[in-house]
């Protein structure tokens, strides 16, 4: 698929979803050659809100943060902000996956949120609700990331990530990669036996970069290495590693 008319679909999906990307990339585009007093500013009052939301709605904060209602009230600069997020304990992870609830907004149901999770690289994953603004601006952030590196959205990619057991599941991804411009391969199917059928379906799409698990990536370019085989005919701009 060319790079633009996946861009366009990509948008178009973000649109149908109620997720702002468009207005977060600008944001994220605006702030980036910020000064620093323009980032305290902007911290304090995004951090002022999600406390002053937390206080309010979440079970585990309403307690947690009723010693700071007050200074939360008062707070204004980003010393404030500051001197309320140090007072507070830091939460184990086995407290949110022990009593999700106590951790999920009250009027979560309200808002408009997709179940959400981490990718469980530490352990055993933690499932939480995510709203439209918080997806808008953690994929705004990557692609601002990405264009750095000349990369732009919709532009083909290799993923290197894992795959779902399930038959169902895995058609859903299919479709998926495909509206996304991109080739997976399994991060758990890196191997010898395998290492001629990635690279054939990576030269049919030819990927401006690769994303995925370090070990993944890493286990990938030691085979090719091994082979003598050069992809620098790909002409890659990057490659991004996530956890």
């Not at 399930?166 to 058609?171: A, H, V």
Request: charged share 25%; hydrophobic share 40%; aromatic share 10%.
């Amino acid at each position: 698929m060319r790079a633009e008319v996946a861009r366009s679909v990509y948008f178009a999906l973000q649109y149908f979803r109620r997720e702002p990307l468009r207005s977060a990339l600008v944001d994220v585009r605006r702030y980036e050659y910020a000064s620093l007093d323009e980032l305290h500013h902007i911290q304090a009052t995004r951090q002022l809100e999600q406390l002053r939301f937390a206080l309010l709605h979440v079970p585990h904060y309403k307690r947690a943060l009723q010693p700071n209602a007050s200074a939360i009230d008062r707070a204004r600069s980003w010393s404030d902000v500051e001197a309320i997020m140090n007072s507070l304990p830091v939460i184990e992870k086995a407290s949110v996956t022990g009593t999700p609830s106590d951790f999920t907004a009250d009027n979560a149901s309200e808002l408009p949120t997709h179940l959400d999770k981490t990718s469980g690289s530490s352990g055993t994953p933690v499932v939480f609700p995510c709203d439209q603004r918080a997806w808008a601006y953690r994929h705004a952030l990557t692609h601002r990331c990405m264009e750095a590196f000349g990369v732009a959205i919709g532009e083909p990619y290799a993923l290197f990530f894992g795959l779902h057991w399930d038959k169902r599941k895995r058609i859903e991804v299919a479709l998926r990669d495909r509206v996304f411009n991109r080739v997976r391969i399994s991060a758990y199917e890196v191997g010898e036996s395998k290492l001629d059928e990635h690279l054939a379906a990576i030269r049919r799409l030819r990927p401006t970069h690769l994303q995925g698990y370090p070990s993944a990536v890493g286990d990938f370019c030691s085979l090719l290495r091994e082979r003598g085989i050069d992809l620098g005919g790909l002409k890659l701009k990057a490659v991004f590693l996530t956890a």
